[in-house]
């Protein structure tokens, strides 16, 4: 027997699979997807690998193949099914074999069990009792003691035993020699969830709830496994939608994941899918201890469990019959990993669906402009909640033009209606939300009297400004120098875009100085649980305003809150990035979402620059439609994402020269292999960050509406890399449609 062995190296070079000889006394013992040592290259030295595939036949000369040395019987083996999906990530995604293999096992090690033990009695009760004469007899008061006790009863926890009948364990040993009475242990799953009262569970759907679980479930009994989109406002009851199918699908013998990002992995979830699954249920986040990890993994796999739910990795857990992903609030960025292979959840979710016989659920309020575009497409199924379970209603937006405000005098950040409602608000002991949607690098230039934004004349994103003065497009290295006029008013109130978290809660402190002010940012969130702190002392009402970035947007619910002010929508409207638009509307969405979610009607003001931009109206009007069919227009224009796929080509190398020259070849190499109809090829450019600990950074993006020639694309360009020497002294690694342009 041979198997065919992935080697634990970080060199591209290596990634291919090696072949060894399976030694005859291992034949029994080993498996596909185990960690094996084996002798590897010139010195043999000890190597470890995964093994990926097995066969009776050699490809290579047999009298030359290595043997297996061991088998890494403390580490986690991986699913042959995984393996595929491993595969599949490496084909999509770039990076190596081995890389992939270690995203789909997130839990590599093995942990210790933890035990139980117990002392039982062996004697029945009439020899027990001459023996307890006996040790009384002889004045052996510990063995009478506990030989005492298990007369009461005959199961009697080790902890007990040593800890309230402080009885050592060299009694219990003796015991035991003497027949009397033994030792046992069992192995017991550590487990997260500790709750109680699993419930009848019975909920009346409404009527758009109940067509949607029936569509789901009518295709799903015949068979039909597919992609749906739930678009459902918040509050429209998605949650439950999601259990029920989930309740049917488990009840056909199968298993769920439900993914949910980590910030709303709260209590309240966990308890809402416990109260229906009971203890068939578990979670992974980055709280749980490796055993913890370990045992959750373990319970998947040995069929003890029916739904796991938990952050993007959760997607890899190991269910032997698995029916069904859930994917909670699917347009949240968190769901692409930023490690290689920069893999999407929401496309693995679907593959390993389509390998295992399952359906996928994508759920939001706003749905990614990528989940809408496929289900227009008829890729996925649309499935709609278009109202409220309860009797709710959306609160009442103002929309404040800050180009007004300034005209009139004002010069603070806090717009005239904004401070006359906080006022209000103070007044009635009402709370409120001031929100500051910043992302990332903002450092673009605007005109303050106008709005005017300086953008790529290429590429229809905002320029960032750079310390050396110039103005600077991300995506095709366009640059211009820094004007002190308004091109489009000539106005000189013409700067960079910038306001703090910290400076706002100063300004507010001042105008306001009997408020009691919370400040929510990364910051003030450094501490372990300063998130939760921070949050539930402003449920408490310790606090009248809570200030703060995206964070506070997230799912919240604070009944008392009815005011939200989001102080400058332009903060990431302009980000120099295509998904501005997306994530300045997600968010404006989330924001208003936020206030009247009590049974006192809610208020929200948006101030900006930007009043009639379409991503702010639609917010404003709370209409999804609107936006995305706007925003659609424009990515098809420019050929950004849903409508092309994007690929950016990262190249990183401490030499600038030698990082100018192998970028330029790079893409010149690309050109040629690219298609001559549909392909385009920008920069090389300089990213968000041109140089990072004095290691220098250039990107090439490549757009295609085919995403296989893209990876096309991507398989030449690293056999390209390989067999060039130049390139070793540099750092190349891909990423499909990516999140971040830095
Ligand atoms: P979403 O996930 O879309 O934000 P949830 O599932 O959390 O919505 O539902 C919002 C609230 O409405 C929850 O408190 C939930 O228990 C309640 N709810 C949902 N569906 C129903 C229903 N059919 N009948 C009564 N209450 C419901
Ligand atoms: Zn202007
Ligand atoms: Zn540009």
């Not at 009776?56 to 099914?81: G, P």
Request: net charge positive; proline share 3%.
């Amino acid at each position: 027997m041979f198997a065919d062995i992935i080697v634990d190296i970080k060199h591209e070079k290596l990634d291919k699979v090696f072949q060894y000889r399976i030694p005859k006394e291992m034949e029994e013992d080993i498996r596909l997807g185990m960690e094996v040592v084996i002798p590897f290259g010139m010195g043999n030295r000890r190597t470890k690998g995964y093994i990926v595939g097995l066969s009776k036949t050699c490809n290579y000369d047999v009298s030359k193949i290595k043997e297996i040395l061991e088998i890494s019987h403390e580490r986690v083996e991986i699913e042959a099914k995984l393996i595929s999906l491993a595969a599949w990530m490496k084909e999509h995604y770039g990076g190596t074999m081995i890389q992939a293999l270690k995203t789909v096992l997130p839990v590599k090690q093995k942990e210790q069990a933890k035990v139980k033990r117990y002392v039982r009695l062996l004697l029945d009760k009439e020899s027990a009792k001459k023996q307890l004469d006996y040790y009384l007899e002889k004045n052996q008061k510990a063995r009478a003691r506990l030989l005492a006790a298990l007369l009461d009863t005959p199961v009697i926890s080790y902890e007990l035993v040593t800890k309230k009948l402080n009885i050592s364990l060299n009694v219990v040993r003796a015991l035991e020699e003497q027949k009397i009475a033994i030792l046992e242990s069992e192995q017991v799953y550590r487990n997260p969830v500790t709750a109680q009262g699993k419930q009848e569970y019975q909920v009346e759907y409404t009527e758009e709830q109940s067509i949607a679980i029936e569509t789901f479930w009518k295709a799903y009994k015949k068979g039909i496994y597919q992609t749906y989109l739930l678009h459902g406002v918040t509050g429209s009851g998605k949650t439950e939608v999601y259990i029920e199918m989930i309740r049917r699908v488990v009840s056909q013998g199968k298993q769920a994941i439900v993914l949910i990002p980590e910030i709303s992995l709260t209590y309240q979830t966990v308890m809402r899918f416990y109260r229906c699954f009971g203890e068939r249920i578990s979670i992974m986040n980055s709280r749980l201890s490796a055993g913890e990890r370990y045992d959750q993994m373990m319970r998947a796999k040995n069929g003890e469990i029916d739904v796991m739910i938990g952050p993007r990795s959760a997607l890899f857990t190991p269910f032997p019959k698995l029916g069904l992903i859930v994917i909670d609030e699917e347009h949240e960025m968190t769901y692409k990993s930023e490690q290689i292979p920069r893999y999407h959840a929401r496309e693995t979710a679907q593959a390993r669906a389509k390998m295992e016989g399952a359906s996928v659920v994508l759920g939001s309020a706003t749905p990614s402009m990528e989940a809408m575009y496929r289900a227009k497409k008829g890729e996925y199924q649309l499935l709609s909640l278009k109202n409220r379970s309860g009797m709710q209603s959306m609160a009442q937006v103002y929309t404040i033009d800050l180009r007004q405000e300034l005209k009139e005098g004002n010069r603070s950040i806090l717009s005239y209606k904004l401070q006359e409602l906080i006022a209000q608000r103070l007044e009635r002991k009402e709370q409120v939300i001031l929100f500051l949607n910043r992302r990332g690098y903002a450092g673009f230039i605007s005109c303050r009297e106008c709005g005017h934004v300086i953008k790529c004349p290429h590429c229809d994103v905002s320029l960032s400004y750079h310390k050396n003065g110039k103005l600077m497009c991300h995506y095709c290295g366009y640059e211009e120098k820094r004007t002190h006029n308004c091109p489009a008013c000539g106005s000189r109130h013409i700067g960079e875009f910038r306001a703090g978290t910290e400076q706002i809660e100063e300004i507010v402190k001042k105008q306001f100085p009997k408020a009691r002010v919370l400040r929510m940012d990364l910051d003030t969130t450094r501490e372990k649980n300063g998130h939760e702190k921070i949050l539930s002392a402003f449920a408490n009402e310790e606090a009248d305003i809570l200030v703060g970035t995206q964070m506070i947007v997230k799912g919240h619910d604070f009944p008392n809150v009815t005011l939200v002010g989001v102080l400058a929508a332009d903060m990431s409207l302009y980000s120099n990035d295509y998904r501005s638009g997306e994530r300045t509307f997600q968010l404006l969405t989330q924001a208003v979402g936020r206030a009247g979610r009590g049974e006192k009607s809610g208020e929200a003001i948006i101030q900006t620059y930007s009043p009639e931009h379409y991503a702010v109206v639609s917010a404003a009007a709370q209409d999804y439609e609107a936006f995305y069919t706007e925003e659609i227009q424009y990515r098809a224009l420019m050929g950004y994402p849903p409508v092309e796929h994007l690929l950016a080509v990262f190249i990183s190398c401490e030499e600038e020269l030698l990082l100018e020259k192998g970028s330029k070849y790079l893409k010149e190499f690309a050109l040629r292999i690219a298609s001559k109809e549909t392909t385009q090829i920008i920069g090389p450019a300089n990213p968000g960050i041109g140089k990072l600990n004095d290691i220098y950074r250039k990107v090439i993006y490549i757009k295609d509406e085919n995403y296989d020639t893209l990876i096309k694309i991507k398989n030449t360009l690293e056999q390209y890399i390989e067999i060039n020497s130049g390139y070793k002294k540099m750092r190349i690694y891909f990423d499909f449609n990516p999140m971040n342009v830095f």
